[in-house]
């Protein structure tokens, strides 16, 4: 397994649409493999192919607690196909944009429908965090990132704040 460079923002690259994986083979599940590892060394609750510079339609979640034993999830070609009627309100993080933090109301259910590192169709009802993880990532896989749940002014503050850090670390 090996750790993967994560991109950040402003990298064009994170507002790409996913294309849907048409075969899963020993490539795919060494992705997913690595993309494990780098979620967990991050650490991170979930991370999605594109944020390694893979625009293919590939997630990974644990959102297992501190001191439980792992619970990871790879999803190849996720797809929601129920929302509960309730909401959960989160305060979401993304490895894609260090340091930012936006509260975001999801449904606090949703089942997903996906196939396995096997290359078989499964479905998945999920609630709580791994619920929130699973429509965070999902939306990565649209190009959609939580800054994109901000009024205009505080995305345009946000994208400009990480603008100027990249051309910081451009000048060192
Ligand atoms: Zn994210």
């Known amino acids: ?11 064009p690259v994170l507002r790409k649409v996913s ?20 979620m967990y060394a991050a650490p991170g609750v ?4 594109i944020q390694v510079g893979v625009p293919r339609r590939v ?17 190849v070609n996720p797809e929601i196909v129920a929302l509960g009627p309730e909401n959960r309100l989160h305060e979401e993080g993304c490895l894609s944009i ?15 429908r996906y196939v396995d590192r096997q290359g078989e169709l499964r479905e998945l009802s999920a609630n ?12 990565h896989l649209d190009g959609k990132l939580i800054i994109d749940f901000l009024s205009a002014l505080k995305r345009d503050m946000v994208v ?10 451009e000048a060192l």
């Open 46 to 49: 979930g991370l999605a192919a």
């Open 160 to 169: 400009r704040k990480f603008k100027k850090q990249a051309r910081g670390a």
């Open 98 to 112: 260090p340091d930012v933090h936006v509260e975001i109301e999801r449904p606090s259910t949703v089942t997903v």
């Open 1 to 11: 397994m090996a750790k993967l460079p994560i991109i950040t923002l402003p990298d």
């Open 128 to 139: 709580g965090l791994l619920a929130t993880a699973l429509q965070h990532e999902i939306n």
């Open 19 to 38: 294309a849907p994986v048409e075969r899963v083979d020993d490539e795919l599940r060494t992705l997913m493999d690595d993309m494990l590892e780098t």
């Open 59 to 75: 997630l990974v979640v644990d959102a297992s607690e501190e001191g439980q034993e792992p619970a990871p999830y790879c999803l």
